[in-house]
T-cell receptor, first 112, second 115 residues
Framework: RKEVEQDPGPFNVPEGATVAFNCTYS??????FFWYRQDCRKEPKLLMS???SGNEDGRFTAQLNRASQYISLLIRDSKLSDSATYLC?????????????FGSGTRLSIRP | DAGITQSPRYKITETGRQVTLMCHQT?????MFWYRQDLGHGLRLIYY???????DKGEVPDGYVVSRSKTENFPLTLESATRSQTSVYFC??????????????FGPGTRLTVT
């Protein structure tokens, strides 16, 4: 089993829709969780960290479910500009030196 | 604020040649990382460094060498390039002293093709 797993998608949703992705992780001791956004042929950019109580940044909401070992990203009122690949990242088993492990990404396409 | 830069942005080289990819950051971040990204594999860690003169292997280190003589620079060398090393290479950094030392920030990447 991979340490961090994501549904690769693609998710193809109409503009204005709400879309959610999940990301599962295998190490129950992980404590740091992130969502990154990656546009085609560009570098990953940190979208948001995921906190234990859940957190929101505008149209984006991140949640952590420790019991089931997954994090989620909810995008409300999706825009065409939200089309991208979304990568989750988790600090790995007994990791040192700030290493994090990335999922393979979920591709999102917003259609007009 | 330059942040983190990589050079070259694109490189074509031949099998067997030595290639060095450069990474420079202006934030004085203590941690630096090299990843490769390939279709179907996502981001895989090649090498990382916790500080100047401290480096360690990641998930896929074979065929690569790194050094870190200065905090701001973290070059990655392919000693004898192979076609399987054709990939997009990303450098990243994070700050040990920040609120979350696991938050990594990426350079723009180097697209390397080995013919």
């Amino acid at each position: 089993r991979k340490e961090v797993e994501q549904d690769p998608g693609p998710f193809n949703v109409p503009e204005g829709a709400t879309v959610a992705f999940n990301c599962t992780y295998s190490n129950s001791a992980s404590q740091s969780f992130f969502w990154y956004r990656q546009d085609c042929r560009k570098e990953p950019k940190l979208l948001m960290s995921v906190y234990s109580s859940g957190n929101e940044d505008g149209r984006f909401t991140a949640q952590l479910n420790r019991a089931s070992q997954y994090i989620s990203l909810l995008i409300r009122d999706s825009k065409l500009s939200d089309s991208a690949t979304y990568l989750c990242a988790v600090n790995g088993a007994y990791s040192s030196a700030s290493k994090i492990i990335f999922g393979s990404g979920t591709r999102l396409s917003i259609r007009p | 604020d330059a942040g983190i830069t990589q050079s070259p942005r694109y490189k074509i080289t031949e099998t067997g040649r030595q290639v060095t990819l450069m990474c420079h950051q202006t934030w004085s971040h203590s941690y630096m990382f090299w990843y490769r990204q390939d279709l179907g594999h996502g981001l895989r860690l090649i090498y990382y460094s916790a500080a100047a003169d401290i480096t360690d292997k990641g998930e896929v280190p074979d065929g690569y060498v790194v050094s870190r003589s200065k905090t701001e620079n973290f070059p990655l060398t392919l000693e004898s390039a192979t076609r399987s090393q054709t990939s997009v290479y990303f450098c990243a950094s994070s700050d040990r002293t920040s609120g979350n030392p696991y938050e990594q920030y990426f350079g723009p990447g180097t697209r390397l093709t080995v013919t």
